[in-house]
């Protein structure tokens, strides 16, 4: 019950695409909801953050969408850039426990 | 230095080697944490210190010692590891220990277990 499933594994988009990546979990107690993002060589970073009191928050070009009812949130990175070429991590916890992370999705833009 | 440092950034021992690795955060936040990242699986979460304190250690194997002399310092021993041990061992830090505030990850040390 407290593991976070992410898919794709790996992802390929043109520059200027839009990039999904998808997570569903199944902890209903879960209340925060980040996602992480890696790039080679250096230790994942936070990029954007929700919690379930909203559908969606936006970032720049970064959105995360989420689905309370299907225990679902996904990140979309909209025109996509070579420069997000990095592995994304969602993760979730409630309040004072551990983060449970998902998988990984290593995105690749290609020019 | 700033943000969160880690050394080495990599490290090969034997099986009967002791070694340690050091992170230091220079963010003046009050909870450190090691986390383990092998490939294709999620962050494994090893220890949580706060304020010093360890407050939760993940049913980590005693082949594994952190150490915490202060807030910004933490440190994981390592003594007669398998190689299954071979991983990224990540160190982080947040403001407080509770797991919404924002981790603030270092680089890693990329450790391969002969």
């Known amino acids: 019950q407290q593991q976070v499933k992410q898919s794709p594994q790996s992802l390929i988009v043109q520059k200027g695409g839009i990039s999904i990546i998808n997570c569903a979990y199944e902890n209903t107690a879960f209340d925060y909801f980040p996602w992480y993002q890696q790039f080679p060589g250096k230790g994942p970073a936070l990029l954007i953050a929700i919690r379930p009191d909203v559908s969606e928050k936006k970032e720049g070009r970064f959105t995360i969408s989420f689905n309370k009812s299907a225990k679902q949130f996904s990140l979309h990175i909209m025109d996509s850039q070579p420069g997000d070429s990095a592995t994304y991590f969602c993760?979730?916890?409630?309040?004072?426990?551990?983060?449970?992370f998902g998988e990984g999705t290593q995105l690749t833009v290609n020019p | 230095e700033t943000g969160v440092t880690q050394t080495p950034r990599h490290l090969v021992m034997g099986m009967t080697n002791k070694k340690s690795l050091k992170c230091e955060q220079h963010?003046?936040?009050?909870?450190m944490y090691w986390y383990k990242q092998s490939a294709k699986k999620p962050l494994e979460l090893m220890f949580v210190y706060n304020f010093k304190e360890q407050t939760e250690n993940n049913s980590v194997p005693s082949r594994f010692s952190p150490e915490c002399p202060n807030s910004s310092h933490l440190f994981l021993h390592l003594h007669t590891l398998q190689p299954e041990d071979s991983a990224l061992y990540l160190c982080a830090s947040s403001r407080l220990a509770g797991f919404d505030n924002e981790q603030f990850f270092g680089p890693g040390t990329r450790l391969t277990v002969l």
């Open positions: 963010l003046g936040h009050n909870a």
């Open positions: 993760a979730a916890s409630t309040s004072g426990s551990r983060l449970t």
